[in-house]
Structures are given as structure tokens and as C-alpha cells.
């Protein structure tokens, strides 16, 4: 989800339930999208990428599915633990990846309750 | 290998002062980029450095500027800081061409304008 202002979107999940988070991006010609975590007090780290030649790509607990009929992205995460609570953010960049110049989500706040 | 560094953490300025913040890439890496992020406005790009040269610019007003030195290590300066400057600046960097868009984060540095 994308957030307005100061309130960011927040999804509350149990330790050991899937989370889904979702992501709308703006640009059809974006062909590069990466989600990013980002914990209080840290820069964001990254999570997965994906391209635009392809519709799912799956990491380690997380996958990333793209949609670009709808331009939507959404990151699955598998069996959520207290270490997932963060922010996440969805990128997307439409020079290739060539460029340093990605264009974030406003972000959603993943909270997992114990 | 050491990830991105930024100095300094914490920084509090006054209206009209200007500051210059620092940023050392991943060993290696010879791309830098800086993004503001502010509670309203999110993760908003600034200027991507690329050996030396500023290949990439957001909309900024030139207040706003970079360089890059021969190490690869950068610096943002702002000038006449406004209370709306007060954000979280984060340098990122990458290696080189398109196959390495990935973008590691530091922890950024929290300035404060009063």
C-alpha cells in the first residue's frame, strides 16, 4: 500500500503467518523494481529485485510478484518473525538500472506481534 | 567488506547556515547516489555521482549540490538551509553498469535545521 503524509499504511501480522504487502508504482515504462526494508535508525537494506521480463521471483522467505497490467508489485513473506518489523518500501526505475535514480514507495509498516 | 559510511550521524544547524555531509561508498563502488527522506515526502532522489561527474539530478533547487572525488567518496552541501531541509540524507552506492543496480544504503546522516 502507499501512504498520505505522515501516516504510512501499517499491516499487523502474527509471528508465523504470511505477509503480503503491496505496492502500486507509477511508471509503465519502470522495468527494473526492487523492495527495500528499512529498520528504525538504519538506511534501507535491500530485499529482492525483480525485472520487468519476468512476473515472480522468489529469495530466501520472501517472493516479489509483478503485475504489469495493473502495475502492481507485491512482496509474500513467508512465515513472518518479530526481526521482519519494519518498513518496506517498493522502488522502480525506468532507465534500464542504469541509472541511480529509483523512485520510491511512500511504504508500509510491517508490525508482528508475538 | 564495509558498507556505506556517513558522517556525520546527528547534525543541528540553524536557518540561513549551510552544511556539508559526507558519505564513504562499499569499497569498489564507484556510483554514489543521495536521497532525502522526510516523514511527507518519503525517499525523494537527489544526484547520482559517477566517476566524478554528476550523472543524474533531481528536483532539487540548486541549493542542493555534490561532488565526488577521486576515491569515490562523496559530499552533499546545502546552502541557506530552510527549517523544511530538516530530513534524513542517505548516500547510497553501486558498483558499475546496468547489471548492478543494486543500490546499499548507509544509515544516514539526521539533520535538524531550527
Known amino acids: 500500500g502507499e501512504s498520505v503524509g505522515l501516516h504510512l499504511p501499517t499491516l499487523s501480522v502474527q509471528e508465523g503467518d504470511n505477509s503480503i504487502i503491496n505496492c502500486a508504482y507509477s511508471n509503465s515504462a519502470s522495468d527494473y523494481f526492487i523492495w527495500y526494508k528499512q529498520e528504525s535508525g538504519k538506511g534501507p537494506q535491500f530485499i529482492i529485485d525483480?525485472?520487468?521480463?519476468?512476473d515472480k521471483r522468489q529469495g530466501q522467505r520472501v517472493t516479489v510478484l509483478l503485475n504489469k497490467t495493473v502495475k502492481h508489485l507485491s512482496l509474500q513473506i513467508a512465515a513472518t518473525q518479530p526481526g521482519d518489523s519494519a518498513v518496506y518500501f517498493c522502488?522502480?526505475?525506468?532507465?534500464?538500472?542504469?541509472?541511480?535514480?529509483?523512485?520510491f514507495g511512500k511504504g508500509t509498516k510491517l508490525s508482528v506481534k508475538p | 567488506k564495509a558498507g556505506v559510511t556517513q558522517t556525520p550521524r546527528y547534525l543541528i544547524k540553524t536557518r540561513g547556515q549551510q552544511v556539508t555531509l559526507s558519505c564513504s561508498p562499499i569499497s569498489g563502488h564507484r556510483s554514489v547516489s543521495w536521497y532525502q527522506q522526510t516523514p511527507g515526502q518519503g525517499l525523494q532522489f537527489l544526484f547520482e555521482?559517477?566517476?566524478?561527474?554528476?550523472?543524474n539530478k533531481g528536483n532539487f533547487p540548486g541549493r542542493f549540490s555534490g561532488r565526488q572525488f577521486s576515491n569515490s567518496r562523496s559530499e552533499m552541501n546545502v546552502s541557506t538551509l530552510e527549517l523544511g531541509d530538516s530530513a534524513l540524507y542517505l548516500c547510497?552506492?553501486?558498483?558499475?553498469?546496468?547489471?548492478?543496480?543494486?543500490?546499499?544504503f548507509g544509515s544516514g546522516t539526521q539533520l535538524s535545521v531550527l
Open positions: 522502488a522502480e526505475t525506468d532507465y534500464g538500472g542504469s541509472q541511480g535514480n529509483l523512485i
Open positions: 547510497a552506492s553501486r558498483g558499475q553498469g546496468s547489471t548492478n543496480e543494486k543500490l546499499f
Open positions: 525483480i525485472r520487468s521480463n519476468m
Open positions: 555521482y559517477f566517476s566524478e561527474t554528476q550523472r
